[in-house]
């Protein structure tokens, strides 16, 4: 029996099973996600109004890019989980070129090397995002179960790859991040505990060598920074100084729209990109930035629901790794910005300014609502 | 189906991932607690100490000048105004090259390298970022429009407008007026911070500084936010300043520009005063300066070449000059004898040149060689200037009544008049010899003091007053610069003497300029009205026993000093002048012409009848 065939037996209603979609689903559409994910996008517009200082343009090309970034979620809502399954090697090749190719035709910003310029400019380590648990979720969920020595080591390399090369550009937090992400589709995928055990150890070994062989002197100072802002007042200090005063001054309730003296007046470097949780916070005040949290709250246990509704591995696994990342970059955000993480260029996922991020971000939000609204089957409740 | 795997395992599968997935939403649990907190720490905990953080941060306090009142003459002729004026100042975080900057502008107008000094002076000095540093002051018209015009290429450059201190009458009224400078460092400690918070300028001298509380009125602030490049970005909550009050003086400007005129080339003073009120109508003293150089600024070289002229053309002779007020005291020590009981109107002398005191060989002599001879009454003594016979009368009438009425009538007193400085000048006395020189008091002192010499000394203002109060018999008033609303005289002392002997002084006054025998006989001329004057002529050195005073054959340095008193019209008395001329010769040839030029334009200008008719 072909795979259609049986779907139009089911369908016909005779069968043991029931399509429990309802109606916006069956259009491949969850609204519940949806409508939390333009919450989000709209404030994180309002906040980039304001933390542009009244840049109109600013808001402009980034509700462009929200527009982009939604066309490309519908779309790609509507193909057939599989098809992700099977060529989810692309993403993951492709970004690996990319990141291969910026030696030689990326653009230096701040010191590092993290752009492309073809035609427009964006940063190839933010597609590895989806790209990787992507790959893993697929890898991993056509191996034997539990992931044997072989699938474990194919894995690590698949995510070491990339991580080595965003970490040359270097960037640091991408790198760890993406390495995070990937390692935690092992993680849900079933990696036994002997492993995990080993590899917590590993790292508690690597973290003093990293700190001197694999880090950059700027690298270093950031991290000294955290726990010293004072130390270097006008230099890797300033940042974090002037963003726990926009926080703390904010108070409450905050200052109101547009008149968060921090960033309005320059205090605040980076105010409409990786700082920009701080405008916010000393515009709303507390009462905005756990609205805030509520929100991202909404959407992960909502793509946490995804992930324990889904009835396919690769679902369950890329719907759960993907959610814990996106968990982790709002994290690693909040806490560089309110000064208990080192500065690391990580976005605040919807509310920094920047291309990349936004559609990336929608591609990997758009396999969550395909994983949401596949075909999803229930026995058929008898005593009804 | 690709994929087959054992049921079991599958359900397994599902069971391990949900277990993992409850891992994860465990530590995404802690790791959002621990934000919450950290953000509530921050934003709650600490809300107060980064509140005020942010407006340390961003908020600056600054002053607002107040525009300093202006000061006036009794017709409303501006003598101390603000003028806008535009100084070139350097934003140095804007320039690109500021050597290249400033050698390019050096090339466009002139920069000294005083002000080329100054400007790094204060470059270094601590200032907020983006705080213009100034490095010309008061550009020329024609200095703006260069300047305009090459803007572009001027990257940094900055003009800028400010209120600068203008007298328009120069050194005419500089004296009156005084002038206002950059505060300094002694100054600024003892300054109210808050008055002087904006204030750049304060005034020096004159009228200027005994107005200061006054004219600097009440300064403004604004708060302004700053970015973090320290740029004003909005003014919040501004106050307005108060600006300082208007000065109206009695000061005439035509009268204060007549007397300077008749000084001109000559060092000495002219103070006349209003009879009715006491107020200054003109107060001269030659030689002056212009204050405006001080208010831009004076370089040290400049400053020195005023303050060391042996002119001194800084000191303020009307005030601070202390002469012999010579035979100008006759007046007042007549009225004195007559009041006293001393000697009647028919008392008189024979004057045969000279006058010996009992047992002494030396003479002291007369003005006039051979004398005034027989009949020489009192009136006649003030009419001719008879020395001997105030020689004589000195033996009858002692130091003390010589001290009571020269007291009374201002001399050896500080007259009140509102100016930071005045001298005391002398009138002489037994206890004054004793404390001062401690010696006893000879009767010759009161020989030379009973024609106003020796010891005595007055300033110009005090003659003046002195004459006010011969005028207006016995009022002796504190002269006032400024005005008040209603102008009234304010009388210091007042002096009760016999109506006939003030007319008889008074006729004697008014016959020393229109008797044909008058000293100031020759300014009778030509005039509609009558004046009342003494004229007076003081010995600069001393001449031996038998030397005659040749003015061609001394310096000019050793001449005399020529003085006039008088008052106008003699019978209603309007104005009263004191001039001194510092060796000018005789006070009837110098001083009491250039008195009447002065008094002629207050007539002029004043007379009774065209007064009125003005008024209707």
């Given at each position: 029996m072909s795979q259609s065939e049986f779907v139009r037996r089911i369908n016909q209603g005779n069968s043991a099973f029931v399509d429990t979609r309802n109606k916006w689903n069956r259009l491949h559409l969850d609204l519940h996600m949806l409508l939390t994910l333009l919450a989000l996008a709209s404030t994180g517009l309002v906040a980039l109004y304001s933390a542009?200082?009244?840049?109109?343009?600013?808001?402009?090309?980034?509700?462009?890019?929200f527009g982009i970034g939604f066309i490309l979620l519908l779309t790609i809502a509507q193909v057939n989980l599989r098809f992700f399954e099977r060529w989810a090697f692309i993403p993951y090749t492709g970004g690996v070129l990319l990141l291969l190719a910026i030696p030689f035709l990326g653009i230096e910003r701040n010191g590092a090397q993290r752009w492309?310029?073809?035609?427009?400019?964006?940063?190839p380590s933010e597609v590895l995002k989806v790209a990787i648990p992507l790959l893993l979720a697929s890898y991993i969920s056509r191996r034997d179960y539990p992931p044997s020595l072989k699938t474990v080591f194919f894995s690590l390399l698949l995510v070491a790859i990339p991580v080595a090369l965003i970490g040359i550009q270097p960037d640091l937090g991408t790198a760890i991040l993406v390495g995070v992400a990937g390692f935690s589709v092992l993680f849900l995928g079933g990696l036994p505990r002997i492993y995990l055990f080993t590899s917590s150890c590993s790292l508690a070994v690597a973290m003093p060598l990293m700190w001197f062989y694999g880090l950059h002197g700027y690298q270093r100072q950031r991290i000294i920074t955290l726990f010293d802002p004072e130390s270097d007042k006008f230099g890797a200090g300033w940042n974090i100084i002037q963003s726990t005063i926009a926080i703390g001054s904010g108070g409450l309730?905050?200052?109101?729209?547009g008149h968060g003296t921090q960033s309005q007046l320059d205090f605040l470097p980076e105010s409409h990109t990786d700082f920009i949780i701080a405008v916010f916070a000393e515009e709303f005040g507390l009462l905005g930035v756990l609205g805030l949290m509520a929100l991202y709250a909404t959407l992960i246990l909502r793509c946490l629901l995804i992930s324990i509704r889904s009835q396919t591995i690769f679902g369950r696994l890329f719907a759960g790794s993907y959610t814990f990342l996106f968990f982790l970059y709002i994290f690693v955000n909040l806490g560089m910005v309110s000064g208990i993480l080192p500065v690391v260029g990580v976005p605040l996922p919807f509310m920094s300014f920047g291309g990349t991020s936004v559609v990336t971000l929608m591609c990997g939000f758009g396999i969550l609502m395909a994983i949401s609204t596949e075909q999803n089957f229930k026995e058929r409740r008898r005593s009804r | 189906m690709d994929h087959y795997r054992p049921f079991k395992s599958r359900q397994f599968e599902q069971q391990k991932f949900y277990t993992r997935l409850l891992v994860g939403c465990f530590f995404m649990a802690v790791l959002t607690a621990i934000l919450v907190s950290r953000y509530y720490y921050l934003q709650v905990i600490n809300h107060d100490v980064f509140m005020t953080k942010s407006e340390n941060n961003s908020l600056l306090i600054e002053p607002i000048t107040p525009a300093r009142g202006n000061i006036y003459d009794r017709n409303g002729v501006v003598l101390a105004m603000n003028r806008p004026s535009f100084n070139l100042s350097i934003v140095s975080e804007r320039t690109v090259n500021l050597d290249l900057l400033l050698s390019n502008v050096s090339k466009l107008i002139s920069i000294s390298d005083f002000e080329?000094?100054?400007?790094?002076?204060?470059?270094?000095?601590?200032?907020?970022?983006?705080?213009?540093?100034?490095l010309k002051k008061d550009?020329?018209?024609?200095?703006?429009?260069?300047?305009?015009?090459?803007?572009?290429?001027?990257?940094g450059s900055l003009v800028t407008a400010k209120l600068l201190r203008e007298y328009p009458l120069g050194s005419s009224t500089a004296h009156i007026t005084g002038y206002v400078g950059a505060i300094n460092e002694q100054e600024l400690k003892t300054l109210d911070p808050l008055l002087y918070s904006g204030a750049l300028v304060l005034g020096k001298s004159g009228i200027e500084k005994k107005y200061e509380q006054n004219l600097v009125g009440q300064p403004g602030y604004q708060m302004v936010e700053v970015n973090s490049l320290g740029r004003v970005m909005r003014e919040l909550n501004k106050v307005d300043p108060v600006n300082g009050k208007d000065l109206h003086l009695y000061?005439?400007?035509?009268?204060?520009?007549?007397?300077?005129?008749?000084?001109?080339?000559?060092?000495?003073?002219?103070?006349?005063?209003?009879v009715d009120t006491g107020g200054i109508l003109a107060m001269a003293s030659a030689p002056s300066f212009d204050p405006n150089k001080f208010v831009k600024g004076i370089s040290h070289k400049n400053y020195n070449l005023l303050a060391k002229s042996s002119e001194k053309p800084l000191f303020d002779r009307a005030l601070l000059g202390q002469y012999p007020p010579g035979s100008t005291m006759k007046p007042v020590y007549g009225l004195a004898a007559l009041n006293e009981g001393i000697i009647d109107e028919k008392y008189n002398i024979y004057d045969p040149g000279y006058f010996q005191l009992p047992g002494s060989k030396h003479k002291y002599r007369d003005w006039k060689r051979g004398g005034h001879g027989h009949d020489i009454h009192l009136n006649n003594a003030i009419i001719e200037s008879c020395d001997t016979f105030f020689y004589k009368l000195s033996t009858l009438m002692p130091i003390s009544i010589l001290h009571k009425y020269g007291t009374i009538f201002g001399i050896g007193e500080k007259t009140g008049i509102d100016m930071p400085h005045e001298k005391n000048g002398i009138m002489p006395s037994r206890d004054w010899k004793k404390r001062t020189h401690n010696l006893a008091w000879y009767p010759g002192d009161s020989v030379n003091a009973s024609i106003g010499q020796g010891f005595t000394l007055a300033t110009p203002l005090q003659l003046a007053v002195m004459t006010v109060g011969l005028a207006n018999q016995g009022k002796i008033p504190v002269p006032r610069v400024a005005r008040d609303k209603n102008p009234s005289l304010l009388v210091k002392k007042e002096v009760e003497i016999q109506k006939k002997y003030w007319n008889y002084i008074r006729k004697a006054m008014k016959?020393?300029?229109h008797d044909p025998t008058g000293t100031a006989r020759r300014i009778n001329q030509g005039i509609d009205y009558e004046i009342s004057g003494k004229t007076g002529t003081v010995q600069v050195i001393g001449i031996k026993q038998k030397e005659r005073y040749d003015i061609a054959s001394i310096a000019k340095k050793n001449r005399d000093h020529a003085l006039f008193i008088a008052y106008a019209p003699s019978d209603k008395p309007k104005v009263a002048i004191a001039i001194i001329i510092e060796n000018g010769g005789s006070g009837s040839a110098r001083a009491a012409p250039a008195a009447k030029e002065v008094i002629e334009t207050y007539m002029n200008l004043y007379s009774i009848n065209s007064n009125e008719s003005k008024k209707q």
């Open positions: 542009s200082g009244q840049n109109l343009n600013l808001v402009n090309s980034q509700l462009i890019r492309l310029d073809v035609g427009v400019q964006f940063q309730g905050g200052k109101g729209w | 080329k000094k100054q400007f790094f002076k204060s470059l270094k000095r601590k200032r907020r970022p983006f705080e213009p540093v100034q550009l020329s018209e024609e200095e703006r429009a260069i300047l305009a015009v090459h803007q572009f290429d001027l990257r000061l005439d400007h035509r009268l204060q520009e007549k007397a300077y005129e008749v000084l001109e080339g000559e060092k000495g003073s002219v103070v006349l005063i209003e016959d020393v300029v």
